[in-house]
């Protein structure tokens, strides 16, 4: 009863995590502004709401079932915002009904909007996810069991950093534009975005260890 307790609450966590993934696929092409400071306005995605809680999910997998697994659910991921992209192209490319011709253009002006955005977080969430996981596991070689805290926070902040700056600037750099008006708005999103998902991953550390302690817990024998 333990094993089976155990693999809901990892299915759980999975979907979650898939659930996730697809509300940042679908909703994070919109940028919002933050606050304006000294003159310079900061903004941030909408998928910043979301886009910590993958790295949590990610480092409690791992430190309970090995980087192995996780690994296996980051590609499943990968799967699943691969699929999106292929639809969210030929979707798009398909001839509307008359019923529905009068929004084909903003049906296509949204979609294919979340069609770039998907193929930049395909790039933006193997390299984040992969290197999260890999940084996790080298500090817990290193030191052991201990110190669960600084590996979550030390894997989650560079992993994000990589995930922000390529799905930025993959996302958001507009070819008509020249470089230094990119380069000023891309800098106006990636460092908010970066700092606002590095305090929340600061923030949620005790909910890492409350995940942890959760799905080792064998939640049916406690029972009877």
Known sequence: MEKETTQN?????VALYIGLLAIAELMGGKTFPLVNLFGYQLNASTAIFVMPFLFTINDIITEVFGAHRTRRIIRYGFVV??????????????????RFA??????????????????????AFA???????????????????????????????????????VFMTLA??????????NWAFLVSIILPYWLI?????????????????????NTTGKRG
């Open 9 to 13: 609450k990892l299915e759980f966590l």
């Open 81 to 98: 915002i691969a699929i999106f992209t292929i639809c969210a192209l030929v979707f798009t490319a398909l001839p509307p009904s008359g």
């Open 102 to 123: 009068s929004s084909e253009q903003s049906y296509d002006q949204i979609f294919f909007q979340s069609a770039r955005i998907s193929i930049a977080s395909l790039l």
């Open 127 to 165: 390299v984040s996810e992969f290197t999260d996981v890999f940084i996790f596991v080298k500090i817990r070689n290193k030191l052991g069991k201990r110190a669960l805290w600084l590996r979550n926070n030390v894997s989650n902040i560079i992993g994000q950093l990589l995930d922000t700056v």
């Open 172 to 181: 958001f750099y507009a070819l008509d534009k020249p470089f230094a008006t």
């Open 197 to 217: 998902k590095c305090s929340v991953s600061i923030l949620e550390t005790p909910f890492v260890y409350l995940g942890v302690s959760w799905l080792r817990k």
